[in-house]
T-cell receptor, first 114, second 112 residues
Framework: KAGVTQTPRYLIKTRGQQVTLSCSPISGHRSVSWYQQTPGQGLQFLFEYFSETQRNKGNFPGRFSGRQFSNSRSEMNVSTLELGDSALYLC?????????????FGQGTRLTVV | AQSVAQPEDQVNVAEGNPLTVKCTYSVSGNPFWYVQYPNRGLQFLLKYITGDNLVKGSYGFEAEFNKSQTSFHLKKPSALVSDSALYFCAVRDTSGTYKYIFGTGTRLKVLA
């Protein structure tokens, strides 16, 4: 069974640009969550999608958005990039979301904003 | 505030010795442990559901759950050099979102 695939693995963007990151979850998983990992803030929840609907959103500005397609693949978009958006962005998939459900993480997309 | 605490930024242990990585939390939910190797995502190690307070997980790891102290310490009887990595304790927030709340991570260094 293929794991969670995130593309691209590495990105370098300039301040003010926008970027789209992609995540293909494990087949059959309907829940996709996104997390931002930085040395200063650690792992922070961005949002979660389930069956094409955003169910939850973390405390991030509106420049961060996402969507999920009917095949459960998800994209995350960041507009008007700032230097502080440099981070490892992790996607996690699970069959559903409950207090006991473990998530399966992709290798992440390393975004560098210059 | 809901939080997950990993009090040690780094733990050093000699190969073959037992290891413990500590986690306490003030989040309503069940705790999990994940491991991250360099330039990789997070890998699930184990989780507490209900029942035995000693949970067995992947790669010989286990975790001790203490309800009164809301702690979930990660343990391994005999550390390997290959266990060197970044370990995260996390709790699913059951207040509505089921998002993970992560600790700050503990870097484990196993010395040969």
């Amino acid at each position: 069974k293929a794991g969670v695939t995130q593309t691209p693995r590495y990105l370098i963007k300039t301040r003010g640009q926008q970027v789209t990151l992609s995540c293909s979850p494990i087949s059959g998983h309907r829940s996709v969550s996104w997390y931002q990992q930085t040395p200063g803030q650690g792992l922070q929840f961005l949002f979660e999608y389930f069956s094409e609907t955003q169910r939850n959103k973390g405390n991030f500005p509106g420049r961060f958005s996402g969507r999920q397609f009917s095949n459960s693949r998800s994209e995350m978009n960041v507009s008007t990039l700032e230097l502080g958006d440099s981070a490892l962005y992790l996607c996690a998939s699970s069959p559903a979301t409950s207090r006991n459900t473990e998530a399966f993480f992709g290798q992440g997309t390393r975004l560098t904003v210059v | 505030a809901q939080s997950v605490a990993q009090p040690e930024d780094q733990v050093n242990v000699a190969e073959g010795n037992p290891l413990t990585v500590k986690c306490t939390y003030s989040v309503s939910g069940n705790p999990f442990w994940y491991v991250q190797y360099p330039n990789r995502g997070l890998q699930f190690l184990l989780k507490y559901i209900t029942g035995d307070n000693l949970v067995k997980g992947s790669y010989g790891f286990e975790a001790e759950f203490n309800k009164s102290q809301t702690s979930f310490h990660l343990k391994k009887p005999s550390a390997l050099v290959s266990d060197s990595a970044l370990y995260f304790c996390a709790v699913r927030d059951t207040s509505g979102t089921y998002k993970y709340i992560f600790g700050t991570g503990t870097r484990l260094k196993v010395l040969a």
